[in-house]
C-alpha cells in the first residue's frame, strides 16, 4: 500500500473524533471518504497532511513512517474545505505559488498556471484578486493550486461542494481525467454519495469517527455491511460498467 493508516485516533477535549481507523490506498488510487457531516472526515484529511498530530497511531507513507513529519516535508498537496487561498494575491498568483519552489521561471510558471486556469474555467480571471472572485471560483483556484504541483498525493476535503451541478459534475470528470493521467493518490473527502460512487476508486465510508466499511463503489452500493449505508445508498438504481464503474444514476 502506497498510504497506510494504522490505528489512527484523535480526540477534542475528550471527545472521540477519528477511533481506530486503519486503511490503505494503493499507488494511484482514488479513495473517497463518505460520511455525513461531523464524521470525522477533515480531522482524518489533517491527519495524512500533518496538519493535525493523532493521539496515537501510525501513518505511513510510501514505506516511511511520516506520523511526526512537518507538513511541508510531506509529498502531499491539500485542498482544504476552507480553501486557504493567499488573500493579498491574485488568482494567477495564488494558483503558481507552489511552483516556486521547483525549477520554473516566471514564464514557464505563467504558462502553466494559465493551463491549470484553463482546466477549472478560470483563465479570464487570472489577474483578479480572490476577494474578488465568487466562493465556488475561490474553491476552483484551490483545486488548480493543488494540482499544478503534480503532487504524489493530494487530499481534497469536498473540492467541489460550492459548484453548481453542471460545473460540479465538468469538474469531477476533469478530476478524474488528471487523476489518472498523472497518476495521482488521493484521498477525496466527500458526504456525496453520488460522488462517491462516480468519482471512486473504492470507498470508505465513515460514522461517528469509525470506519464502517471499505470497498469498491459496487460492493458499497450491492452490499453494504450497515443498515446506515443501505439507506444512504439505496434510494438509487445504477447502471454498472463492465469494469464495476458507474456509467449512470437514476433517481427512483
Ligand atoms: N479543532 C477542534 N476542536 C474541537 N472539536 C473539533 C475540532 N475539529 C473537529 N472537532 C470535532 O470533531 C468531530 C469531527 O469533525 P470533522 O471536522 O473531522 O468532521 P467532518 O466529517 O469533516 O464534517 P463536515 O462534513 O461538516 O466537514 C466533530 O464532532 C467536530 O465538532
Ligand atoms: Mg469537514
Known amino acids: 500500500m502506497y498510504l497506510e493508516l494504522e490505528k489512527l485516533n484523535k480526540s477534542f477535549d475528550g471527545k472521540s473524533a477519528v477511533c481506530d481507523l486503519s486503511l490503505g490506498v494503493e499507488r494511484g488510487e482514488l479513495l473517497c471518504i463518505l460520511g455525513s457531516s461531523g464524521c470525522g472526515k477533515t480531522t482524518t ?4 497532511g500533518g496538519f493535525l498530530a493523532p493521539d496515537s497511531g501510525t501513518i505511513l507513507l510510501d514505506g516511511q513512517d511520516v506520523t511526526n513529519m512537518p ?55 487570472a489577474n483578479a484578486h480572490i476577494h474578488e472572485i465568487s466562493g465556488g471560483q475561490q474553491q476552483r483556484v484551490a483545486l488548480a493550486r493543488s494540482l499544478i504541483v503534480e503532487p504524489k498525493l493530494c487530499l481534497l476535503d469536498e473540492p467541489l461542494s460550492n459548484l453548481d451541478a453542471a460545473l460540479r459534475a ?45 470497498g ?37
Open 45 to 48: 484529511l489533517n491527519m495524512i
Open 71 to 125: 507538513p511541508e516535508r510531506r509529498p502531499v498537496s491539500t485542498v482544504f474545505q476552507s480553501y486557504g487561498l493567499f488573500p493579498h494575491m491574485t488568482v494567477l498568483e495564488n494558483v503558481t505559488y507552489g511552483l516556486k519552489f521547483r525549477r520554473y521561471n516566471r514564464a514557464q510558471a505563467r504558462e502553466k498556471g494559465m493551463k491549470y486556469l484553463e482546466l477549472v474555467g478560470l483563465a479570464d480571471r
Open 216 to 252: 469498491t463503489p459496487e460492493e458499497v452500493y450491492r452490499e453494504p455491511t450497515n443498515d446506515t449505508i443501505a439507506s444512504f445508498l439505496g434510494l438509487k438504481d445504477i447502471v454498472w460498467g463492465e469494469d464495476g464503474s458507474v456509467m449512470k444514476i437514476i433517481r427512483r
Open 170 to 214: 465538468r469538474m469531477r470528470g476533469e478530476l478524474k481525467r488528471l487523476q489518472r493521467e498523472l497518476d495521482i493518490t488521493m484521498v477525496f473527502v466527500t458526504h456525496d454519495q453520488e460522488e462517491a460512487l462516480i468519482l471512486a476508486d473504492r470507498i470508505a465510508v465513515m460514522e461517528h469517527g469509525h470506519l464502517l466499511q471499505l
